[in-house]
């Protein structure tokens, strides 16, 4: 069944970057996210509109959700400007952001805001598990497979569905055939008939029985000198702040603006990486070290940066 992978995936690599919905608060931190390719929004976020959304939706999933799932235009404008963006930039985002369905506009005593819609809430309330709560799998958990036949008429929603595997970080078998560690089952059955593609889908569970070296299979299946370029990347961006963060001499306002970057940018990788058994990875992988690395600086840094967060919100 597990036969050699097509190209399908290939195909889809740059519009299923996107990443899927994110964290919320109550734990040490959250987000959400609906949007583009994350990186350079923290390199040069003011210069690039179109690169926005994610740290916007960072915000939004970090901190609506306390307020009452709403914030104000004048202080999602202010919290925007510590990051070196332009009112104006700002507002061309927030107003793409309600195009697609993620933010709603909303007015809270006689002020203009937005909130997060409900589709994007439950979506939220998903990603707060995949990236704060994830555990890594061991090939005990067995395997989830799916299976889709769409015909040629449909053949957007062929497309939805590669893309939305993609997502949630299925590597691709053969054509048609995808598949995940077990543990995700549930997860991947609920996005699935969110959005309307479970009719198209047959899943199964169960264990790798033949044939072939699964560690020497995995690498087909999924991209990991990507993901180990992403992790890498991650590393490259972020390490350097950790002595700071570590010594609790940063102000709100800077922990701030290095927490939200750092976010915005993790966040994507806990979906491109579904959580595969360190004995199916290649010796060292960086993605322990990367995961370590966002642990303490989430640590670190999520209760400073709430505090200048909650300050604008209210005082702003």
């Avoid at 642990?295 to 702003?316: C, D, K, M």
Wanted: net charge positive.
């Amino acid at each position: 069944m597990f036969g050699r992978r097509r190209s399908a995936r290939d195909d889809d690599k740059e519009r299923a970057a996107r990443p899927l919905p994110y964290p919320s608060q109550g734990r040490t931190g959250g987000v959400a996210s609906m949007t583009t390719d994350l990186e350079s929004a923290s390199a040069t976020p003011a210069r690039d509109t179109t690169r926005l959304g994610p740290l916007i939706t960072t915000m939004f999933g970090l901190y609506a959700r306390g307020e009452h799932n709403w914030l104000s235009v004048a202080s999602v404008v202010r919290l925007m400007a510590d990051l070196g963006v332009e009112s104006q930039a700002t507002r061309s985002s927030v107003s793409r952001l309600k195009r697609r369905g993620v933010l709603e506009s909303a007015r809270h005593h006689g002020q203009a805001g937005y909130s997060v819609t409900a589709a994007t809430l439950e979506a939220l309330a998903e990603g707060d598990v995949r990236i704060f709560e994830r555990a890594r799998s061991v090939t005990e958990d067995g395997w989830m497979v799916v299976v889709f036949s769409v015909p040629e008429s449909e053949r957007d929603k062929r497309h939805e569905l590669r893309t939305t595997l993609t997502r949630l970080g299925f590597g691709n078998a053969a054509p048609g055939v995808w598949l995940a560690p077990g543990r995700l089952a549930t997860e991947a059955r609920r996005v699935l008939e969110r959005r309307a593609l479970a009719s198209y889908v047959d899943i199964f569970t169960g264990d790798y029985f033949a044939f072939g070296d699964l560690r020497s299979k995995v690498r087909t299946w999924w991209d990991l000198d990507e993901l180990t370029e992403m992790y890498a990347d991650f590393l490259r961006r972020h390490r350097s702040v950790l002595a700071s963060a570590r010594s609790g001499k940063m102000s709100p306002q800077e922990a701030f603006c290095v927490y939200i970057p750092m976010l915005t940018q993790w966040r994507r990788l806990p979906y491109r990486d579904p959580g595969l058994p360190l004995s199916l990875l290649p010796p060292g992988w960086n993605g322990v070290t990367a995961g370590e690395l966002f642990t303490e600086l989430n640590t670190a840094l999520s209760a400073p940066a709430r505090e200048h967060a909650v300050a604008v919100i209210h005082h702003g």
